[in-house]
């Protein structure tokens, strides 16, 4: 059963401080799913076929772990600090270290099987232990900052604004940072660089971390996992399996992120060798950034119009067009290609606004179909999604690479370079296209179904 406690009222504060939150997930998240692979193959050398065994490996072991640290959030006891703010001080500074670990430049000379080993150690250790001891509490802690749906909007739309102040500061930032001209005029990934940048933003996300534990208020006493005296058995598996709206956003989720992330991955490789612009690389990822922040203010009012599902599947779709738009435009100009960019995070921005809402729905959506409330299982499972579409994109992406005949011998071959393009486009647009159908055709939390499930659980808590 669910208590509220008379506390601090919800405000500016939780908002700012979740947002802080996500900022410190996504200064080790997004500096991985922007530049890991990149580092891998032309630092360490490593193939992209190894990469994606890797990927294959973490995904495996994040079955486990994911699930594992989900069950224990439902069980745990609530403390005097809350059910899950204590948990961001039990593993931020260890996500942080390990992560800076995944970039030992220092080994880049060592034997291949060295190098290989150590790069799955660290990236199991920061991805599938650490990563998942704090971002499945933080994540299931909006159900218990607030049980209201509009202030859930908020914080969710707080926690893309957060990402997105992470995301400008690495995608705009670090590649002016991390990149040298050669004699020849290519633009070449300095690792001893990048080891430097991955400490300063490992320190960084410790103390934002921090930021997020003293800001937020956990009013909603989430009291360990109980069965209703009229539900049936509770059975995690049965629940996930029979929730539609859950699968829904799982099959979604890994869309997201196969898009979202091979279009973030791939920036690295078309800006720099495609086009042979750095400056628009950091111009791109700043308009991005910009227009994430002008979605930001009109998101609630949007949802509270025409709700979230509605309002997440029109951004899907202009994001879908305008990649697949500029793959058959083919712009040479890399500024007309910025701008196809551009509107293509518009869209994702919509989406993204709303993302972290959409899982509170459904959370609420199991209770009331399950008669048990599982906010960290589900987090987690939605969480394991998540990783499955980082997986596919950079095992998908690592493939195509070494498909075209990517290495660091040929990445200015004329060949090599068309097929960045195409995947850099073609990808994108496929992915976002399925995430709208899939909200259109499977996902049943439209606005009106959304309103009559809050509805009918402040009924029986009133009972």
């Given at each position: 059963?669910?208590?509220?406690?008379?506390?601090?009222p919800?405000?500016?504060?939780?908002?700012?401080?979740?947002?802080?939150?996500?900022?410190?997930?996504?200064?080790?998240?997004?500096?991985?799913?922007?530049?890991?692979?990149?580092?891998?193959?032309?630092?360490?050398?490593?193939?992209?076929?190894?990469?994606?065994v890797?990927?294959?490996?973490?995904?495996?072991?994040?079955?486990?772990?994911?699930?594992?640290?989900?069950?224990?959030v439902?069980?745990?006891?609530?403390?005097?600090?809350?059910?899950?703010?204590?948990?961001?001080?039990?593993?931020?500074?260890?996500?942080?270290?390990?992560?800076?670990?995944?970039?030992?430049s220092?080994?880049?000379?060592?034997?291949?099987?060295?190098?290989?080993?150590?790069?799955?150690?660290?990236?199991?250790?920061?991805?599938?232990?650490?990563?998942?001891?704090?971002?499945?509490?933080?994540?299931?802690?909006?159900?218990?900052?607030?049980?209201?749906?509009?202030?859930?909007?908020?914080?969710?739309?707080?926690?893309?604004?957060?990402?997105?102040?992470?995301?400008?500061?690495?995608s705009?930032?670090?590649?002016?940072?991390?990149?040298?001209?050669?004699?020849?005029?290519?633009?070449?990934?300095?690792?001893?660089?990048?080891?430097?940048?991955?400490?300063?933003?490992?320190?960084?996300?410790?103390?934002?971390?921090l930021?997020?534990?003293?800001?937020?208020?956990?009013?909603?006493?989430?009291?360990?996992?109980?069965?209703?005296?009229?539900?049936?058995?509770?059975?995690?598996?049965?629940?996930?399996?029979?929730?539609?709206?859950?699968?829904?956003?799982?099959?979604?989720?890994?869309?997201?992120?196969?898009?979202?992330?091979?279009?973030?991955s791939?920036?690295?490789?078309?800006?720099?060798?495609?086009?042979?612009?750095i400056?628009?690389?950091?111009?791109?990822?700043?308009?991005?950034?910009?227009?994430?922040?002008?979605?930001?203010?009109f998101?609630?009012?949007?949802?509270?119009?025409?709700?979230k599902?509605?309002?997440?599947?029109?951004?899907?779709?202009?994001?879908?067009?305008?990649?697949?738009?500029?793959?058959?435009?083919?712009?040479?100009?890399?500024?007309?290609?910025?701008?196809?960019?551009?509107?293509?995070y518009?869209?994702?921005?919509?989406?993204?606004?709303?993302?972290w809402?959409?899982?509170?729905?459904?959370?609420?959506?199991?209770?009331?179909?399950?008669?048990?409330?599982?906010?960290?299982?589900?987090?987690?499972?939605?969480?394991?999604?998540?990783?499955?579409?980082?997986?596919?994109?950079?095992?998908?992406?690592?493939?195509?690479?070494?498909?075209?005949?990517?290495?660091?011998?040929?990445a200015?071959?004329?060949?090599?370079?068309?097929?960045?393009?195409?995947?850099?486009?073609l990808?994108?647009?496929?992915?976002?296209?399925?995430?709208?159908?899939?909200?259109?055709?499977?996902?049943?939390?439209?606005?009106?179904?959304?309103?009559?499930?809050?509805?009918?659980?402040?009924?029986?808590?009133?009972?």
């Open positions: 059963m669910n208590k509220t406690t008379q506390m601090r919800f405000g500016m504060r939780d908002k700012i401080g979740y947002a802080f939150g996500d900022i410190a997930n996504d200064f080790t998240f997004i500096l991985s799913s922007t530049f890991l692979m990149k580092f891998y193959t032309d630092v360490m050398g490593v193939s992209t076929s190894v990469i994606g890797l990927m294959m490996v973490a995904r495996f072991v994040d079955a486990f772990t994911d699930v594992t640290m989900g069950r224990i439902d069980t745990s006891k609530v403390g005097k600090n809350g059910k899950f703010r204590p948990w961001l001080l039990r593993g931020s500074g260890l996500v942080a270290f390990a992560s800076f670990l995944m970039y030992a220092w080994f880049r000379d060592m034997g291949m099987t060295f190098k290989i080993v150590w790069i799955f150690v660290t990236y199991l250790l920061w991805g599938s232990v650490f990563y998942t001891m704090v971002n499945i509490p933080y994540g299931s802690m909006a159900s218990g900052i607030t049980e209201d749906p509009v202030q859930r909007t908020q914080l969710s739309t707080y926690r893309t604004v957060g990402a997105t102040i992470a995301s400008l500061v690495i705009s930032g670090v590649p002016m940072i991390v990149y040298y001209e050669d004699a020849a005029g290519n633009q070449v990934f300095s690792g001893t660089r990048f080891t430097i940048v991955a400490l300063i933003f490992s320190i960084l996300a410790v103390l934002c971390y930021v997020c534990y003293f800001s937020c208020t956990e009013r909603v006493k989430i009291e360990p996992q109980k069965r209703k005296a009229n539900a049936p058995k509770n059975n995690f598996v049965k629940n996930v399996v029979t929730n539609r709206a859950l699968l829904a956003l799982i099959v979604a989720a890994i869309f997201l992120l196969l898009s979202q992330l091979t279009l973030s791939m920036a690295q490789f078309v800006f720099p060798n495609y086009y042979k612009n400056p628009a690389q950091s111009t791109a990822s700043l308009l991005g950034s910009l227009v994430t922040f002008a979605v930001a203010p998101s609630t009012p949007a949802v509270r119009k025409f709700g599902k509605e309002f997440g599947t029109v951004g899907c779709i202009i994001a879908a067009g305008s990649m697949l738009v500029c793959f058959l435009v083919r712009p040479s100009n890399v500024w007309v290609f910025v701008g196809f960019w551009t509107l293509s518009l869209g994702m921005a919509m989406f993204n606004m709303v993302l809402a959409f899982l509170a729905d459904v959370i609420d959506y199991g209770e009331l179909k399950n008669g048990v409330r599982e906010d960290g299982t589900t987090y987690s499972v939605y969480s394991f999604a998540r990783k499955l579409g980082q997986a596919a994109s950079a095992g998908l992406s690592g493939g195509l690479l070494g498909l075209i005949g990517y290495t660091e011998a040929t200015n071959d004329a060949g090599v370079i068309s097929g960045i393009f195409n995947v850099t486009c990808v994108p647009a496929i992915g976002f296209a399925v995430v709208s159908l899939v909200l259109i055709f499977w996902y049943p939390l439209s606005k009106k179904v959304v309103d009559e499930n809050v509805k009918k659980l402040a009924e029986r808590k009133n009972k």
